[in-house]
């Protein structure tokens, strides 16, 4: 048996990194994360990059040396940037994988800390409770009431006891039946425990088992099975016309090879490549920024789902309230007592000795060891007492807490007279029910409790037994119980929870209070957190009398439902969902599993919420912290508002560039576009989507605006039809400075160079206006964003070099401008700015 002290203390630092190091990670074979060699191939095998590729070879084959290879040159930028964008995006998701794995209690140094389960080394003393889910293969050394669901390994469902072992040997993790291991992947079921760890990774149980298991590939959002669509249709669209395009353009104008670049230039212009990687760039970007506010992404889905959440179902424990319990008040004959939890342990000189007996069996009710902040207040308050002359007590059984009655009995055997002592806590009604207390007494009794209720105080009934007898009975009830009181809880209210409640509600998200405490004390709490309507409550028991369509009628004006249990949650949730709101809703217990997973949005605790409850969850609030819920919703709303800007500027910057591969086509005309012009276009388009859209920040009416139509599409008729015009504006203005250049008298290659200087400056404008898509161009320039400044800077610096250094304008086709052309080119973007500009205003004002 190993000694108390190494149980205690666990593993120094030194020896678990060593140990790390030796034997790698806590971890199975799974799927790995991509590399920079895989990065670089996906990018370098996208469409757009192979027809670059293409027309540079092509270029090579018809004598052009230097514009081929200028155009290659000019690919290994735009694949430069891509791939610095997907790799930013790979390490936020690899950041993001570490952060959400399963995380374990673990001694190390005399110290219990909470560390990422893969970092277990063998040796490590791990600490278990009520839904962990077992982090690796381990013998157990000291146990209470554990039970452990094995149904992973061996497929029964019933769970199994697990004692620790009786001697120093450590089985091997391979023995079945064993009760002293514990195995990783099971599930702890009820109790507690602390266990050393035998094997890890692949060494244990399930890793021997299943060494080819590989993790499940990630699920495509919704929105990313839009986009999947949206660019397949562009795909087949683009290669009809630029088959068609080829075969106009030879058939026109005898050139054969000229028609075949005409064509790979609309080929390029068409495909909307930008689409896949923006997605990839935002969601991955998004989580990893919702993480800094101690939030993680477990399924992208939910990323899509917090702009359109309508109600909001919260736990008030620790998510409204800070969960720091603190004994307050204490009731035992007719007396009431206000408790000073300054005093020092064994100096309670103003606690009379008629409240002793209460103090010390609602210690003797709780875990010795204790997780709950309400246990750990009590025995912080019984440490208090002066030492009694009572001999150590022995546990000898637990009766948990269950649906049919919200009280918890521990029975404890006095090693010296061979009885036993039962002491028992719970909910105030169910203590007065295990004392089958007298009308009076139970009136006396509720009459306490709806004072301190009132009060915000959580109220818990505590009572005693003994029993003679060598056979425990099956039932709590079956004790003859004595009421020896009430104690009181305060859990103050978060400071940030009333600002945070206003901003739920300016946003149009109603907010629902779930809570197992007393209705008063809900009530009080709502009161303090600015919940509405909280003068109604309705309870569990009252919840679970109501037939479905009952409830559906109640949940529209009830905010506040107490005493409610797990099966109550998820009978909320989907009676919710019935009436089509979008539900996000918080939850920590084994039980609570379901629920959350039925919600759209499951958040699970990170602090006191059990593994299981992370597992069930979309999202992992790691600081329990209701307003870091109001921060990722508004975040949630920040990234769709910026998905939407980013799809509106690609589609409408595609569109003047396939007009100007088409219609001089058509029209007879010299070509405007060659497929190095398609490339500076995309050193525009690729940052700006990846880089400034992702940057912007909240829009200034976010958190005032009502939840968007969950159906609502990212390629919406309205947003679809508002860019395809705003692209079309800009092809008037282009078109219409193009065909003045030639009726002028105009060299094609100033023509094209006027008509290319025109088109930037418009792309570059319909930036700006996109950032305040429902207010005028001007209201954005406030609005921080360096990397606007940045891209915009560059780009002007690229085409004015392209433009006036003989080098570069060669390689472009293009020829000096004149002062008054570039007013003229100025003129044409700023007409279509207005143009755009006025669009918004009649869609704005249309919605």
Request: charged fraction near 15%; proline fraction near 6%.
């Amino acid at each position: 048996m190993q000694s108390t002290e190494k149980i205690i203390n666990g593993l120094s630092t030194q020896q678990a990194v060593a140990l790390l190091a030796r034997d790698g990670a806590n971890e199975l074979p799974s799927a790995k994360p991509r590399g920079v060699f895989d990065i670089a191939l996906s990018v370098v095998s996208e469409p757009m990059f192979l027809l670059l590729i293409a027309s540079a070879t092509l270029y090579v084959l018809l004598g052009d040396t230097q514009q081929g290879m200028a155009l290659l040159a000019s690919v290994s930028g735009v694949i430069a940037i891509t791939f610095f964008q997907e790799h930013k995006a790979e390490r936020a998701l690899e950041a993001l994988r570490a952060l959400s794995g399963p995380r374990v209690w673990v001694f190390r140094d005399g110290v219990r800390l909470k560390i990422p389960g893969r970092e277990l080394v063998m040796g490590d003393t791990i600490s278990l409770a009520e839904g962990d889910r077992v982090p690796a293969d381990a013998a157990l050394i000291d146990t209470i009431s554990l039970m452990v669901d094995e149904s992973l390994l061996t497929g029964e469902s019933l769970p199994v006891n697990k004692t620790a072992r009786t001697e120093n040997h450590l089985p091997l993790p391979a023995e079945d039946g064993n009760q002293s291991l514990i195995y990783s992947g099971t599930l702890v079921v009820q109790g507690q425990c602390l266990a050393e760890v035998i094997a890890i990774g692949q060494a244990t149980r399930i890793g021997r088992i299943g060494k080819s298991l590989l993790a499940l590939q990630p699920e495509l959002t919704r929105v990313q099975q839009e986009t999947g669509r949206v660019v397949r249709l562009f795909a087949l669209i683009g290669i009809a016309f630029c088959v068609l395009l080829a075969l106009a353009y030879g058939w026109l104008r005898g050139d054969w090879l000229g028609g075949l670049l005409a064509g790979l230039t609309l080929a390029m212009a068409a495909l909307p490549e930008e689409l896949p990687i923006v997605l990839t760039i935002f969601l991955a970007l998004g989580a990893w920024r919702i993480s800094q506010r101690h939030v993680l992404t477990r399924r992208m889905p939910a990323l899509e789902m917090l702009g359109a959440t309508t109600v909001l179902c919260v736990d008030k424990t620790g998510t409204l309230t800070q969960n720091q319990m603190t004994l307050r008040k204490l009731f035992a004959g007719d007396s009431e007592h206000d408790f000073d939890s300054s005093s020092a342990p064994g100096s309670a000189p103003n606690l009379p000795r008629t409240f002793h007996p209460l103090l010390e069996y609602a210690a003797l009710a709780s875990q010795m060891t204790p997780f709950d902040p309400m246990e750990k207040a009590i025995h912080e308050a019984a440490a208090m007492l002066s030492p009694g002359d009572r001999p150590p007590l022995a546990l000898a059984q637990d009766y948990p807490l269950s649906r049919e009655l919200l009280a918890m009995s521990r029975v404890w055997r006095d090693p010296l007279r061979g009885d036993y002592v039962i002491a028992a806590k719970g909910a105030p009604e169910a203590i007065a029910d295990l004392c089958h207390l007298d009308a009076p007494a139970a009136a006396q009794l509720s009459r306490q409790v709806q004072a301190w209720a009132a009060q915000g105080l959580r109220v818990l009934g505590v009572a005693r037994a003994s029993f003679h007898e060598d056979t425990l009975p099956a039932l709590q009830h079956d004790f003859v119980f004595e009421l020896l009181g009430l104690i009181a809880f305060a859990d103050p209210l978060r400071a940030d929870v009333p600002q945070a409640v206003r901003e739920c509600h300016a946003a149009g998200i109603r907010l629902i209070m779930l809570t197992g405490d007393y209705p008063v004390t809900a009530q009080n709490i709502a009161r303090q957190a600015g919940l509405r309507n909280h003068e109604e409550v309705m309870t569990g028991t009252q919840l679970a009398a109501m037939t479905d369509e009952a409830l559906q009628a109640a949940i529209q004006r009830v905010n506040i439902f107490s005493r409610v249990q797990p099966e109550h949650k998820l009978r909320l949730v989907n009676a919710l969902k019935a009436r089509g709101e979008i539900v996000a809703m918080t939850g920590d217990g084994v039980n609570d599993a379901p629920a959350l997973k039925a919600a759209h949005v499951g958040i699970a605790m990170g602090q006191r919420g059990t593994e299981v409850a992370r597992e069930a969850a979309a999202l992992v609030l790691e600081n329990d912290d209701f307003s870091s819920i109001v921060a990722v919703i508004r975040a949630g709303r920040r990234i769709f508002d910026n998905l939407t800007k980013a799809v509106g500027f690609i589609l409408a910057v595609h569109v003047p560039t396939i007009g100007l591969s088409v219609i001089p086509v058509l029209a007879g005309w010299p070509l405007v576009l060659l497929p190095i012009h398609i490339v500076f276009l995309e050193f525009i388009i690729d940052p700006v989507c990846t880089i400034v859209f992702e940057a912007e920040p909240d829009e200034p009416n976010v958190m005032q605006r009502p939840p968007r139509d969950a159906r609502s599409r990212l390629f919406a008729r309205q947003t679809t039809v508002l860019s395809l015009l705003q692209g079309g504006a800009i092809l008037a203005a282009v078109l219409g400075v193009f065909y003045l250049s030639l009726v002028s008298g105009l060299a094609i290659e100033q023509a094209r160079a006027l008509t290319f200087f025109t088109l930037v400056l418009a792309n570059l404008g319909l930036i700006f206006s996109l950032r305040a898509p429902s207010r005028p161009i001007w209201s954005a320039l406030p609005i921080p964003n360096p990397a606007l400044w940045w891209v915009s800077g560059v780009t002007l610096i690229a085409i004015l070099l392209a433009l006036n250094v003989p080098y570069l304008g060669g390689l472009f086709k293009f020829a000096p401008l004149s002062s008054q052309q570039y007013g003229l080119a100025l003129s044409a973007a700023a007409l279509a700015i207005i143009l755009i500009e006025s669009m918004k205003y009649f869609a704005a004002r249309k919605s």
